[in-house]
Every structure is written in C-alpha cells, then in structure tokens.
C-alpha cells in the first residue's frame, strides 16, 4: 500500500514538472493498463470524452486532485477525440522500471562497463599486478593512432554507409506515402465538392466557446462558433456532420448559378418596363461618420440610379459562394425601392383576419400617409407611417395591395391583438365553468 502510494506521488510530481515545460500540451500518463490524466487535463477531457471525473487523495498535496481514468485498449479511440478537438497530447509512457533504475546507480562505472558493486570493491584496492596493468594500458595509449591517410581512406566509406542509408529510409518514406488512402468524405454536395475533418473543437482562448469547421476539396473552411444544443446533440452523436453543415454553411451545400448569371449588365422586369443593371458589386463602409461603418454592403447601379444597402451575413455567403446571382440579391435587398411586385410577395397579413378592416390614409395633422386596421372586437392598431417608396408602389406602380402593406408594418401588433383576445375568451370560458 506504502509502495502504491509514492508511486502515486510520483506520477503527480511528474506531472507538474511536465505541465510547466508544456503547460499547452495534455499528459497521458500509462500507468499498468490504464491510462491517467490529473487535474486540470482530467477536467479538459471529462467534458471532451464524456467520461467520468473521480477525486484521489495524494500525500503531498493540499486537497484531492482530479483523476480521469481510462483502459490502455480504448486509447485509439478516445485519443483520435481529442486530437479532432484541438488538442495537444502528450503521452508519457515509463521506459524503465525503478527497481532496475535503483540497481544501475549501485553499480560502478570503470572504463566504459558496467560491473557488479563487489569487483568494484575489490579493484579499489591497489596491488602490484593492477598498478603494471594500469602502466601497460597508459604506454597503449600514448602510442600514435591510425596515420592519417588511413583515416581519410575510412571517411568515404563511413559516408557512403550514411547516404546508402539514406536512400532506403528515402524509399521506404515514399512506398508509405503510395499506400496512404485519402480520407473518406463525410459527405458529398450538390456541386460535387467533397467534405473532409469535419468536427468541433473547444478555443484556446476562451474555452466555453466551442466551434465546427470542415475541409471542403482539402481547403479549410471558417471556423462557426457553435450553440450549447448543437454541441451537446454533437457530443451525444445525435447531430451529424451533414447536420452541422446544413447549419452553418448552407451556401456551400447549395447548387451553384452559373457564371453568365454573373455577368453585367443584366436587365429586371420593372413595373413600367426592364431595368438594367449595369453595376453590383460588395464593399466595406469606410466613411466613419455613417451609422453603418465598417459593415459590409451591397452596391447597385441602375443608369442614373446608384442604390446601396447593408449586406446580412446570409445574403453574403450567397454572393461569394455563388447560390444566388446578382438579379436575386436585387430583387431581395432593392425591390421595394424598385417597386418591384416580387418585393411585396412575401409579406402576409396572419390567417382569420379580416383585410377589410385595412385603412390607408393621410393624417391631416402633420401630412402624411398612415397605415392601421380596425379588427372589431379584437381591438384597433396603432396608426403607422408608410414610406416614400412604399406609397409610390401602391398608389403609382400598384406593385402592392393595402393588405401587404398592412402586413409590413402592423404584423407584429396584430399578433398581440389576437394573443390578448385569445387569452381574454379563455378567462370567460374558465369563468363559466
């Protein structure tokens, strides 16, 4: 037991000592058949492995140290998990054992051989048959060694030893290299491409944020920081690579617009005839007195007309992983200033209400045109104020109906109308009963 225990404090000691040379790196001690990590790695690698932290009392220290323990046959799988989370490993590994350590401190040294303590002892003592030997072994040795031609003609051949040597290590490298199989992919696109390393690791920086990341054709992709469900559901193997990837790169799984798509000019169909498009391009807000510097935005030129608008990160990766061509993000992110109908499609007032109630009319107290709808019983909504553009695609273009436009700016207030009635029925009812 007393043996056990400073073979324990034994390890934990050179754990520290490691932990300062590579405080970067997690140690995997080998200990019999199974393998340790202590303290601050245990804690790392619970959460990595999901495995279970115990808590061991070693002489020497202050309070009990974190231990994970594994077997030394689930090593190949738990230490590829590790390596795909980011982590450095380290495995220490014993290279002796102590009690032949103990055994070759007791023995002496005496010109290059080791030899047992008790023919040491006795050839400690001078007698006159060792002092004549040891007078013959020093005149042998201040004879002249080899001359030196014979030690030029020795270099060559000690040379062509060394770089025969090399040339099998040489081949050897490159047949191992021949039989390496490329990596299976994880999956395969629309557009072909193939995924690769896809997985999540933990930053070093700050480790409760975690992130996914993959190759795609061998070419690494830009780390996502993940959400806590995404990485549990990973963790559990609820949620698969093909999961993950639908979720934080969907532009790089969809098809791909062809490059005439891409082309300029390019023309739209506009309420009162084809819009040509003769510029769209992305740039960086630079001027440092806009509401919106430094965002990224996307840029329009219509003959005369010169559009500008903030680009969402969605809208972004269509455009430099080419699933959308430029006349979409046009009629996504400039219809409505374009009056284009397309633009107004997309906006529904909820289901059950009454568009009749829809009241489009200029306010006489400041002049402008207001937006609001009468729902009865449900109650009225707030007047709001519709703009320019808005306006002119109603009543010029007629690219939009009142109900859209209700739709656009009172959706949000209609919901809570019908939540309040919904509740306010159910209280009756409750009442009743």
Not at 46 to 53: D, E, G, M, P, W
Not at 82 to 93: E, K, N, P, W
Not at 94 to 109: F, G, S, V, Y
Request: charged letters at 35%; glycine letters at 4%.
């Amino acid at each position: 037991m007393v043996k056990k225990k400073e073979e324990d404090v034994g390890f934990v000691r050179q754990f520290n000592d490691l932990k300062k040379k590579h405080p970067d790196a997690m140690l995997l001690f080998r200990k019999g058949d199974f393998y340790e990590m202590y303290k601050e790695d245990a804690l790392k690698a619970s959460v990595i492995l999901a495995l279970k932290v115990s808590e061991k009392v070693i002489p020497l220290e202050k309070d009990p140290i974190k231990l994970l323990t594994f077997p030394r046959h689930e090593l190949d799988r738990h230490l590829p998990k590790l390596i795909r989370s980011g982590q450095r490993v380290a495995i220490c590994d014993a290279i002796d054992r102590p009690e032949l350590m103990k055994k070759a401190k007791a023995k002496e040294d005496v010109g290059g051989k080791v030899k047992d303590p008790e023919k040491a002892k006795e050839e400690i003592i001078p007698n006159k048959d060792s002092m004549a030997r040891k007078k013959k072994e020093q005149a042998e040795q201040e004879k002249p060694v080899k001359t030196v031609k014979k030690a030029v003609e020795e270099k060559p051949a000690q040379e062509k030893k060394a770089e025969a040597k090399a040339e099998v290590k040489n081949e050897q490298a490159s047949e191992t290299k021949k039989e390496r199989k490329p990596r299976e992919p994880q999956m395969i696109t629309a557009n072909g491409e193939k995924v690769t390393h896809g997985h999540a690791f933990q930053s070093t920086t700050n480790p409760a944020d975690w992130y996914f990341t993959a190759k795609m054709d061998g070419v690494q992709l830009k780390p996502q920081k993940m959400d806590a469900a995404d990485l549990a559901a990973y963790q559990k193997k609820e949620m698969s690579v093909q999961q993950l990837m639908e979720r934080y790169y969907p532009t790089k799984l969809q098809p791909k617009v062809s490059e005439e798509a891409f082309r300029m000019p390019k023309t739209i169909a506009g309420p009162e005839g084809d819009i040509k498009v003769e510029k769209f391009n992305v740039y960086k807000e630079k001027d440092e007195q806009r509401p919106d510097y430094g965002k990224y935005k996307f840029y329009a030129q219509m003959g005369d007309t010169k559009m500008s608008a903030v680009a969402s990160r969605e809208d972004l990766n269509a455009y430099f992983d080419r699933t959308m061509s430029p006349s979409q993000l046009i009629e996504k992110n400039f219809g409505e200033r374009l009056h284009l109908k397309s633009a107004y499609e997309k906006y529904q007032l909820p289901e059950g209400v009454d568009p009749k109630g829809v009241r489009v009319a200029k306010d006489h107290a400041d002049n402008k045109w207001k937006v609001s709808m009468d729902m009865g019983d449900k109650g009225k909504t707030n007047r709001h104020e519709i703009s320019f553009d808005d306006g002119y695609s109603l009543f010029k273009a007629k690219t939009a109906t009142r109900e859209q436009i209700a739709a656009k700016y009172l959706n949000t207030e209609i919901t809570g109308l019908l939540a309040a009635h919904s509740m306010k029925q159910e209280k009756t009812a409750a009442l009743k009963m």
